[in-house]
Nanobody, 121 residues
Framework: QVQLVESGGGLVEAGGSLDLSCAAS????????MGWYRQAPGHQRELVAQ???????DYQDSVKGRFIISRDNVMNIAYLQMNSLKPEDTALYYC???????????????WGQGTQVTVSS
């Protein structure tokens, strides 16, 4: 059983910063890609940022230069540092990891429960 738990969401004024983290626990052999997604009311879930096991990152254009994704391969944690936040960043933020459990020969994707980020204008 693999679980992902996010933390760090909250309410912040425009221009402020928030840091999110997502920790995986359970019977984990290896974690491959880690990603952060978000879903605003009335919108589809979208990829915000992702990072490979080797540290290669990719960002949605709207967050480039403002958000930084990083990871800890020992603790199986992903981080999302969000700076210069805008009201349009308001959404429920989810993490998703590609995890190979100890009892499987391939990986599968797991999701966290989501953490709310609200940016006031």
């Amino acid at each position: 059983q693999v679980q992902l738990v996010e933390s760090g969401g909250g309410l912040v004024e425009a221009g402020g910063s928030l840091d999110l983290s997502c920790a995986a626990s359970g019977s984990i052999l290896r974690v491959y890609n880690m990603g952060w997604y978000r879903q605003a009311p009335g919108h589809q879930r979208e990829l915000v940022a992702q990072i490979t096991r080797d540290g290669v990152t990719d960002y949605q254009d709207s967050v480039k230069g403002r958000f930084i994704i990083s990871r800890d391969n020992v603790m199986n944690i992903a981080y999302l540092q969000m700076n210069s936040l805008k009201p349009e960043d308001t959404a429920l933020y989810y993490c998703s990891f590609d995890v190979q459990p100890t009892d499987r020969e391939s990986y599968q994707s797991y999701w966290g429960q989501g953490t709310q980020v609200t940016v006031s204008s």
